[in-house]
């Protein structure tokens, strides 16, 4: 592919067209370094909420005297919306400009936010964590627009790093301060806390950011792509949310699955036919680009599906508070935050390929090191672990964000920057999914005879099964009233059998990990990783 040139369609005060070129940044606007912190700040509270809220959530329950189902929504209702709109978000950004929707997502999401806060029932609050996805959707696709069309190629490396940086320390981070927050303040607070960083983004986002287009940006909408989509998205990640609740074995389940693959069909065939379509399919002509969506997806499945279990492990099977959790995974957070740009120069210097194979394999041994934890394990084996984990997922939240994004036209860098998040998301969603049925599977096959080889009276199949859902999170089915001797058995076994679905859960997620090292070779530099670069200065 050619590279294509970029407009400036900002001027020095910003109402104005600029000259074209690097001489045009005057002052800080359009800076890349600080247009890379104005978008960390934006990218901070998305990433912030996906982790925070968990936190938050039986204290929201009890006060807004909610359901089970109802609370699970807090969390997939934001992810629903966020993986659905993604793409399109991007092709917006794409559209009318970067600089626009970024804008629009920082303040409509600081306004979801304090609704949030604001609420009195359930329903307002999931009603509001959709508008928070689907604002959060505007803001991911557009920093990364703004990060490829404001540095310069030798630069871009380490900006991507930082960008992933800041996701991952934000991402690990949540439970931390939503600890802190709900433990001292109360649950509204998780939310209110969006609304001062919403507004510093917006006032930063007006002062600092330019707004770049490419030559040749889309000038109209492919409505039925979008609705194509965004349907099948909905019916997979749907899929992917309920199919704990609803057995793979339900009909309902596969329903939905099959719903959505005949939905992305369809989707192919028009994008072939109509004149702009919403993603070029010629885009994965491009191998790496299409390896670099696989492997985020790959990555996705092993982080976020190893880590859901991880959290109950800490919690449940150790008797760690949330915050205290939360510490343990610093080592995690420290290395990624650490990693990631080194990362970025190890890439710039070398190229993706062996960064990216050398980080799944780091990530594959650390899941592998996570199946081998105890009841007993110490916090300096954990530490090990983790900080391994951390170690191998930088150079693959860098690589992969590069190889996506480098290899689409500067014309399509929103729409890229979607399919990268969106991939993430549905690995995330298909990782919890799988993962939770390989827990749920091994639990359900080992709870009944660890139960009787310890010596507890045999359950009738209705409270084996009751005991089983609560072991799958490793918390022991203790009946009010059990004496001291036989609760410890019983605490005993639930937290041997938690332990070894988590133990296989791992491995799967190891495995997971290698086939992704084969995909990372697949890889290579962004062939268009400079048609949008260089417009400011350094």
């Known amino acids: 592919m050619t590279s294509q040139t970029t407009i400036d369609k900002t001027g020095p005060e ?5 000259p ?107 009603v509001f964590r959709v508008f928070q996805g689907l604002f959060g959707a505007l803001l991911m696709p557009a920093a990364l627009g703004l990060l490829r069309a404001t540095f310069p190629a030798e630069k871009l490396n380490m900006a991507i790093g930082i960008w992933g940086m800041v996701i991952g320390a934000s991402t690990a981070g949540g439970p931390i301060l939503g600890g802190v927050l709900v433990e001292h303040v109360n649950w509204q607070s998780v939310f209110f806390i969006n609304v001062p960083v919403g507004i510093l983004a917006l006032v930063l986002g007006v002062l600092i950011l330019r707004d770049h287009r490419a030559e040749n940006a889309p000038r109209s909408f492919d409505v039925l792509g979008i609705l194509l989509l965004s349907a099948s998205m909905f019916c997979l990640v749907w899929a992917l949310i309920k199919a704990p609740g609803w057995g793979w074995g339900d009909g309902t389940t596969w329903l939905f699955i099959a719903a959505s693959v005949i939905g992305f069909v369809l989707f192919a065939l028009w994008e072939n036919k109509v004149r702009e379509p919403l993603i070029p399919l010629a885009l994965f002509r491009s191998v790496p680009l299409s390896a670099g969506v696989v492997l985020m997806v790959l990555m996705a499945i092993a982080f976020m599906g190893g880590l859901f279990f991880v959290t109950f492990y800490l919690q449940n099977v150790h008797g760690l508070s949330p915050v205290d959790a939360g510490l343990h995974l610093l080592p995690l957070t420290g290395m990624m935050i650490v990693g990631s740009p080194l990362a970025g120069v190890a890439i710039t210097k070398v190229g993706p390929r062996v960064p990216l194979a050398a980080g799944m394999v780091f990530t594959a041994l650390a899941m592998y090191g996570i199946s081998t934890l105890e009841t007993d394990t110490g916090s300096a084996v954990m530490s090990l672990w983790f900080a391994l984990l951390g170690l191998g997922l930088a150079p693959v939240m860098v690589g992969a964000t590069e190889v996506i994004v480098g290899n689409a036209p500067i014309e399509l860098s929103g729409v890229a920057g979607g399919l990268q998040q969106a991939a993430m998301q549905i690995g995330g969603s298909l990782g919890t999914a799988v993962l939770g049925a390989v ?100």
């Open 14 to 18: 910003g109402d104005a067209p600029g």
């Open 20 to 126: 074209s070129g690097p001489a045009r940044s005057a002052g800080l606007r359009g800076h890349p370094w600080v247009t890379l912190v104005t978008v960390a700040v934006g990218v901070m509270m998305v990433a912030l909420d996906g982790t925070i809220v968990a936190i938050a959530n039986p204290a929201i329950q009890d006060d807004l005297d909610a359901s089970l189902a109802d609370v699970q929504w807090i969390t997939n209702s934001y992810f629903l919306a966020l993986a659905v709109a993604l793409i399109t978000a991007g092709k917006l950004g794409d559209r009318f400009g970067h600089r626009q929707t970024f804008l629009i997502g920082a303040a409509g999401f600081a306004v979801a936010s304090g609704a949030i806060g604001l609420s009195s029932s359930i329903v307002m609050v999931v």
């Open 439 to 538: 827990m749920a599977s091994k639990v359900d096959r080992d709870l009944g005879g660890n139960w009787t080889a310890a010596g507890l009276p045999e359950l009738p199949p209705d409270q084996l099964h009751q005991a089983s859902e609560a072991v799958r999170v490793g918390v022991p089915p203790v009946p009010e009233g059990t004496p001291p001797e036989i609760a410890a058995k019983i605490a005993g076994v639930a937290h041997e059998t938690f332990i070894s679905g988590m133990s296989l859960a791992s491995l799967v997620a190891s495995g997971v990990a290698v086939v992704a090292v084969l995909v990372a070779l697949l890889t290579k530099r962004g062939a268009n990783a400079e048609a949008g670069s260089g417009v400011g200065h350094i």
